[in-house]
C-alpha cells in the first residue's frame, strides 16, 4: 500500500492571478530558473497566502509562460499564480513589485475568469524591438527588405540535441525599420514555433542573406506577447479577463 502524506491536505485554490512583469537593466541576463527563485521568494516576503500541491513535495501553484531568453529584456512576461484565499489583484500586484528587485516590475494582475480560456492558449506570438547601434539605416533596410524577400532562410541553431537547421523567415509574420536617436531599430513580429526563433536567429538570417553583421550586439526587447490575428494585430492575453472582471470580497494581503 503506497504511503500517505502526513498532516491535513493543502488548502484548495480559490482565486488564480494572471501577472504580466518586465526584466529590465541587468536582469536581463539572469536564467529563467534565476528569475523563477526570485519571484517565488517575492512571493513569500509578500506574504500571498500561495495554494500548493498535494503530495510529498508540496510546491507553490505557479505556472511560466513563455519566457524570454537570457540576455534578453522584456515588458510582457506573464505567470499565472494559484492563491488559498482570494485577494484583491492590485494588492498583490503591489506587494510583490515591492518585494522583488528593482530591475523587475510587476506591470498588472488580474483574476482569470471561468470560460475565458487558458493563458497559454491567447499566446502565440512575440512582438520585438532590436535597436542596433553601428547600423546605418542604410544598410539595415535592404537587408530585412531582402529577408522578407526570401521564401526561406535556413539558420543553424543550437538546441538540446546540438546543432539544428531551422527556417528563420517562416517564423516572422512581419517586419519594419526605424530610427531614435540615430539608432536604427528593428521591429519585428515573431510566431513562437518550435524550436522557438529568437531574435539572435534573425540577426543569423540577415548575415546569410545581406552579410549584416552588427559592430557591437544589439539590444534585444519583448516590449509584447499574445495571439496574432488575421490582420496582423497580437491581441493583449489579458484583455478577456479584464472585460469579464466581477465584483467579489477580497482579502487583504
Avoid at 32 to 40: C, Q, S, T
Wanted: aromatic share 4%; with cysteine; proline share 9%.
Amino acid at each position: 500500500m503506497a504511503r500517505q502524506p502526513d498532516g491535513p491536505p493543502p488548502p484548495p485554490t480559490v482565486q488564480k492571478l494572471r501577472i504580466r512583469y518586465a526584466k529590465r537593466g541587468r536582469l536581463r541576463f539572469a536564467s529563467h530558473r534565476d528569475l523563477a527563485r526570485a519571484l517565488e521568494r517575492a512571493l513569500r516576503r509578500a506574504q500571498v497566502p500561495m495554494a500548493f500541491s498535494a503530495g510529498f513535495s508540496p510546491h507553490p501553484k505557479i505556472s511560466y509562460l513563455g519566457a524570454a531568453p537570457t540576455g534578453s529584456a522584456s515588458e510582457a512576461e506573464y505567470v499565472e499564480i494559484g492563491l488559498a484565499v482570494a485577494c484583491d489583484p492590485e494588492a498583490v500586484r503591489a506587494a510583490l513589485d515591492a518585494a522583488l528587485p528593482e530591475d523587475i516590475a510587476v506591470l498588472e494582475a488580474v483574476e482569470a475568469q471561468e470560460g475565458t480560456g487558458s493563458l497559454a492558449d491567447r499566446i502565440d506570438t512575440s512582438v520585438w524591438r532590436l535597436e542596433m547601434p553601428g547600423v546605418p539605416l542604410a544598410e539595415l533596410q535592404p537587408a530585412v527588405e531582402k529577408f522578407l524577400a526570401s521564401e526561406i532562410v535556413t539558420v543553424a541553431k543550437r538546441t538540446k540535441n546540438g546543432l539544428k537547421d531551422v527556417d528563420a523567415r517562416a517564423a516572422v509574420a512581419g517586419a519594419e525599420v526605424g530610427e531614435e536617436a540615430g539608432c536604427a531599430i528593428l521591429h519585428m513580429v515573431v510566431r513562437q514555433v518550435t524550436p522557438a526563433v529568437r531574435p539572435d536567429d534573425v540577426l543569423a538570417a540577415l548575415a546569410a542573406v545581406a552579410d549584416l553583421r552588427p559592430p557591437s550586439p544589439p539590444r534585444a526587447v519583448r516590449v509584447a506577447q499574445g495571439r496574432l490575428d488575421d490582420t496582423g494585430t497580437v491581441a493583449d492575453p489579458l484583455g478577456p479577463d479584464r472585460a469579464a472582471r466581477p465584483l467579489r470580497e477580497h482579502a487583504a494581503i
